[in-house]
């Protein structure tokens, strides 16, 4: 049985800002929906490729190697301050910034933090019947949320001032993909 809670607290997850959303919603502004949509199917695969292995082997993992977790938010870190940083100097060179790409939104949601939560936390156990529901359920909430930030960067391009608008948003998602970055390394010095 699918549950208020989970669908409750796995949507305010996928909707709060965070390195995937961002990549959606500046691809909504830089391609329109269509862009956004063919974006979708490496969303997913990020997603079931974090969220599988570490729903079956992460609570042991954990366990057995304490550091586990906090290489993995090590790595989504490192890897959303690149992404923050390639994001403002595409800008610096005179360009409205590069094409978002399958490859970068695949290797952002795999090192996506949210997917350590989803499937330690809100998913319930793979040996459960439930798992498969939920897991399905899941996906269609992934892609519904994708249209949303993909729908909010399409408004950014409506009248004549699209493209200061899309340079100002791709400004202020490089800052807060670094801000992001930075938490979870102050997060990690912390923990």
């Known amino acids: ?3 208020l809670a ?3 607290g796995a949507l305010a997850l996928l909707l709060a800002p965070g390195p995937t959303n961002t990549l959606m919603g500046l691809a909504g502004a830089q391609g329109g929906l269509s862009r956004v949509i063919r974006l979708i199917p490496a969303e997913l695969a990020g997603y ?9 082997l992460g609570a042991a993992l954990l366990q057995a190697i304490p550091g586990f977790g906090l290489v993995l938010k090590g790595a989504a870190a490192i890897w959303i301050a690149v992404l923050a940083i390639k994001l403002w100097r595409s800008l610096s060179t005179g360009g409205k910034g590069k094409e978002i790409s399958a490859r970068r939104v695949f290797i952002t949601t795999c090192l996506n933090p949210k997917a350590l939560v989803f499937s330690l936390v809100l998913l319930p156990s ?3 019947e439930g798992f498969v529901p939920h897991l399905a359920l899941f996906a269609v909430m992934v892609i519904g949320v994708a249209l949303v930030w993909g729908g909010l960067g399409v408004m950014t391009q409506i009248s004549a001032a699209g493209t200061k608008r899309l340079m100002i948003l791709q400004r202020v998602a490089s800052a807060w993909l670094m801000f992001v970055s930075v ?9």
């Open 126 to 128: 793979p040996q459960t």
């Open 183 to 191: 938490s979870l390394l102050v997060n990690i010095s912390l923990g």
């Open 6 to 8: 989970f669908v409750s």
């Open 1 to 3: 049985m699918i549950t």
């Open 48 to 56: 079931a490729t974090a969220i599988l292995p570490l729903s079956f």
